[in-house]
């Protein structure tokens, strides 16, 4: 049975920095968006001496600033909780706190921390945001999955943002680009690599925002669990 970390908070807006739910059932985790992610890979990070990452997404998430990275609470941090790894912030000239752990930056600051523990590097996005500038890593198109999640050797955090399978319709509108037979499949994928032990930890983020909307996010979704065999639903 799956657990919640985060209670769910109610189909918000979720914004860079608000996070209204985090859920787990053993190695899977869905957020509403990914600023937790890097909290989920921690226990990952403990158990594996190298490992790779695999990020799916609209967007990069690699934003990195120097400021950002000052205030890394490295000596405790992998053993924060998640309300302290959440709650976690500085003073700045705009703000009187920010997040530290944000859903543009979350991929940025683990880069930097963790780039000498993790041996290769994947991305399949649709080249929006800030992508890594520190790390060579293999780039994915859509129609190579989910084949390509067959192809993976070794052991792998592998990073989902819903937002991939969205995109702008020709009325400015965003709207979904894949069928739910291609989502269900990739949910196929996951879930054997998941049992083969290839995939260590498994996020997986509803972009609600990016995804026309938590209607259009919790339907791909819907399709992305039916192939994992999850149950998993948000509350009424």
Not at 46 to 58: E, G, I, P, S
Not at 63 to 68: I, N, R, Y
Request: hydrophobic share 40%; proline share 3%.
């Amino acid at each position: 049975m799956g657990e919640w970390i985060v209670d769910f908070q109610g189909r918000n807006h979720s914004t860079a920095i608000k996070l209204n739910f985090l859920w787990q059932q053993g190695n899977i985790f869905i957020m509403d968006n990914h600023r937790a992610a890097l909290w989920c890979w921690v226990e990952s990070l403990k158990d594996a001496d190298r490992l790779n990452l695999f990020h799916v997404d609209r967007h990069f998430d690699a934003l990195f600033s120097a400021q950002d990275h000052s205030h890394f609470p490295h000596d405790r941090f992998e053993h924060f909780s998640i309300s302290e790894y959440l709650e976690c912030g500085y003073d700045n000239d705009f703000f009187a706190v920010t997040p530290l752990f944000r859903w543009d930056n979350y991929l940025g600051l683990f880069i930097e921390k963790y780039r000498e523990r993790i041996e290769n590097w994947a991305f399949a996005t649709h080249g929006k945001g800030t992508a890594p500038q520190s790390i060579p890593f293999a780039a994915y198109e859509p129609w190579e999955f989910p084949a390509a999640l067959g192809e993976l050797k070794g052991s792998w955090i592998f990073n989902l943002d819903l937002d991939y399978f969205f995109g702008r319709m020709s009325d400015g509108q965003m709207g979904r680009l894949f069928t739910n037979a291609y989502i269900e499949d990739w949910g196929s994928g996951l879930r054997k690599a998941i049992d083969d032990g290839v995939i260590q930890v498994l996020t997986i983020s509803l972009s609600p925002e990016c995804a026309a909307g938590w209607g259009g996010a919790e339907g791909a979704l819907a399709a992305l669990t039916q192939g994992l065999g999850l149950e998993f639903s948000l509350p009424e």
